[in-house]
C-alpha cells in the first residue's frame, strides 16, 4: 500500500518511520522548500513518547540533543529578586521520564531516520483529494495512493480540504505564544530568564548546541486578535502592542525578534473534531487534536499518535475502515485529558490578576524547597498532572522490510493481521 503523508514536522516522520517497518510506501509531502533547521522552540518529549522513541532506537540522539535549560529565573513586579527554581522539579510532577530538545533537532534526527526508506517531496503542497485517492499538488502532478494522512499542524491543509474550515473545529483557549531566534546578549547557559506580570510573560532562554537563544513571549487577551497566521508583519506589530511598557529585557527583545531569522507567533488553540478520519484520509498530531501549543504537551501527543496509527493500521492489514476507528479509540482519552490539562495550564501560566501572580509565585517557591520525591507524590494524588505517564503504547508487531526493499511477511499484512 502507498500512504502519503502531508507534513514533515514531527507527527508525519514518525508515521512514516513505523508504517515503513510495517510494510508500508510512505511519502511524505512537505510546502517548505527544505527540512527546517532553524532551531525552532523548545518542546517535550514524556514518558509515553519516550518510550517510542526508544524503541525506534533514537534515544541516543535525541538524548544527546537535550537543551540543557535547567534552571528557570524570573522577575516580578514589585520584587527586588529573581523567584528562581530548577525546572527538573517541575518536570518531575509531570513526568518521571522526560527530554526537552529544540523542535528542529527532534525533527532532522526523525527525518534522518526514515530518509533512505521515505521519498520526501519538499516545496509543494496537496490542492486536491479525490474519493479514490487520487491527489493533485499545488506544483501540478497528480498521483494516486491508498491512504492520505494529515500530520500538518494546527492549520492543517488537509483537514480544512477533507473536513471544512478550521473555524468550525478551534476553540481559542485566551492566549498567544511568540518565539523568536534572537542574540543571546544575556549570556544564557542552560537558564530561561525572564518577567513575569498579570496578562504577560516575557523570557529569553539558551540551550545546548545553540549559538543564539529564544525570545519567548506569552500573553492574554480578552478577545481573540485580528491576523491571518501567515502574516508576520502583522503578528510582530501585535507583539509590540501588547508588551511595550513591560520593563526588563523586553524592549531589546521585541527589537530584535523584528530582525530574527526565525520567529513563531500563535493562538494556543485547541481543535475538538468528533472523527480524525473520514473516507481514506485521516488525521495525526495537531491537525487532528491539538490540546493547544506550549500547555499541552503536543509533541509528545504527535509522536504517540503517529505511532498507534501505524500500529492499527499494521493490525487492520492495511484496511482503513476498521483501522481509523481503533486508532482513535485508542488515543480518545489520552486526547481528551491532554485538552482539560492545557485548558488548566492555560488558566496558571499567565496570571489573570495580581492575586494569581501572587499565588503563582509561592507556588513556585515551594516547588524550589520540597523534596522531588514530595512533589512527585503530591503530583499523583492529585491525579491530572501525570496524565501523560498514564499512556501505555500497547506493543504492535513491526513487519519490516528485507534488505532487499521488497516487503517482508507480505502475506501476514495482507491477511494474517486481519
Known amino acids: 500500500m502507498h500512504v502519503l503523508i502531508s507534513g514533515a514536522g514531527i507527527a508525519g516522520p514518525t508515521l512514516a518511520y513505523w508504517l515503513v517497518r510495517h510494510g508500508f510506501d510512505v511519502t511524505v509531502v512537505e510546502r517548505a522548500p527544505a527540512l ?92 486536491a483529494i479525490g474519493q479514490d485517492g487520487e491527489v493533485r499538488f499545488d506544483s501540478g502532478r497528480t498521483r494516486r495512493f491508498d491512504l492520505v494522512i494529515g500530520a500538518d499542524g494546527l492549520h492543517s491543509n488537509v483537514r480544512r480540504l477533507v473536513f471544512g474550515p478550521e473555524s468550525r473545529f478551534a476553540t481559542w483557549i485566551g492566549a498567544y505564544l511568540a518565539v523568536a531566534s534572537v542574540p543571546n546578549h ?52 501585535l507583539l509590540r502592542e501588547h508588551f511595550a511598557g513591560l520593563g526588563w529585557e523586553t524592549a531589546r ?45 503536543s509533541t509528545s501527543l504527535a509522536v504517540v499518535g503517529a505511532y498507534v496509527l501505524a500500529g492499527e493500521l499494521a493490525l487492520a492489514g492495511g484496511d482503513h475502515e476498521p483501522a481509523f476507528p481503533a486508532y482513535e479509540a485508542e488515543l480518545g482519552d489520552y486526547v481528551r485529558r491532554s485538552r482539560a490539562f492545557a485548558l488548566a495550564a492555560a488558566r496558571r501560566l499567565v496570571p489573570r490578576s495580581r492575586l494569581d501572580l501572587w499565588g ?27 496524565l501523560h505517564d498514564s499512556f501505555r503504547p500497547k506493543d504492535y508487531p513491526a513487519l519490516l522490510r528485507s534488505a532487499s526493499g521488497q516487503h517482508a511477511l507480505g502475506a501476514e499484512l495482507r491477511g494474517d493481521l486481519c
Open 36 to 127: 527546517r533547521e532553524a532551531g525552532g522552540h523548545a518542546v517535550d518529549l514524556f514518558r509515553p513518547a519516550m518510550d517510542i522513541v526508544e524503541r525506534m532506537g533514537l534515544l541516543g540522539p535525541v538524548t544527546a540533543r537535550r537543551t540543557g535549560t535547567d534552571r528557570l529565573s524570573m522577575f516580578v513586579p514589585g520584587r527586588s529578586r529573581p523567584v528562581e527554581l530548577e525546572t527538573r522539579r517541575i518536570v518531575a510532577a509531570v513526568s518521571d521520564r522526560h527530554v526537552e530538545i529544540m523542535r528542529d533537532d527532534l525533527g532532522k534526527v526523525l527525518h534522518d531516520a526514515t530518509r533512505d526508506d521515505v521519498e520526501y517531496v519538499f516545496a509543494d503542497s496537496v490542492a
Open 186 to 237: 544575556l549570556g544564557l547557559d542552560g537558564r530561561m530568564e525572564g518577567l513575569l506580570d498579570v496578562d504577560r510573560l516575557a523570557a529569553a532562554y539558551g540551550a545546548a548546541g545553540l549559538t543564539d537563544a529564544r525570545a519567548l513571549f506569552l500573553f492574554r487577551t480578552p478577545e481573540p486578535l485580528d491576523y491571518h497566521h501567515r502574516d508576520t508583519a502583522r503578528q510582530k506589530e
Open 253 to 297: 527583545l521585541l527589537d530584535e525578534a523584528d530582525r530574527a531569522r526565525a520567529f513563531y507567533f500563535d493562538s494556543i488553540t485547541q481543535l475538538r473534531l468528533d472523527t480524525w478520519s473520514r473516507g481514506r484520509v485521516s488525521l495525526v498530531g495537531d491537525a487532528g487534536y491539538c490540546p493547544g501549543p506550549a500547555v499541552g504537551g
Open 360 to 386: 503563582l509565585v509561592q507556588a513556585v517557591r515551594l516547588l524550589g524547597v520540597l523534596p522531588t520525591a514530595v512533589t512527585r507524590a503530591a503530583s499523583r494524588f492529585g491525579g491530572g498532572t501525570r
